[in-house]
């Protein structure tokens, strides 16, 4: 299975810490269910074309979070998360995406009043579109 993970170079993310947080998103909001088999981390550093290392980690990351489980000759799964586990990493993803678009909004001269704007137009357009 191939994930809908993307990484980008330019980001002044790690690629470990895009790698992770995409997989959070996919395992909180329901894409990837509990017992989901994950490509190998060999395989996905072929897909995404980064190093191995750096997919260990994001994993490892997971793993010690509660997300994934890794079982020895057999694969990497994902785990069930408790309700009150979703709710907490839906808002912390939502949370830091807003703090990363004020955060350019701000770089490109943006004031309050246009980020207000801007977001009421966006959230419009996806909710009444």
């Not at 897909?47 to 191995?52: A, N």
């Amino acid at each position: 299975m191939k994930l809908p993970i993307h990484v980008s170079e330019e980001s002044r993310e790690p690629i470990y810490h895009q790698i992770e947080m995409q997989l959070r998103a996919l395992i909180v909001g329901g894409s990837l269910a509990p017992g989901t088999s994950l490509p190998s981390i060999r395989v996905l550093a072929s897909e995404l074309q980064c190093s191995v290392i750096t997919t260990r980690r994001a994993y490892q990351n997971l793993e010690n979070s509660g997300y994934i489980k890794t079982v020895q000759g057999k694969g990497t799964f994902v785990k069930a998360l408790e309700e009150v586990q979703k709710e907490e990493t839906k808002q912390k993803v939502v949370y830091d995406a807003f703090e990363k678009a004020i955060e350019q909004g701000r770089q490109v001269g943006c004031t309050k009043d246009d980020l207000s704007t801007i977001f009421a137009d966006v959230l419009s357009r996806h909710f009444h579109g």
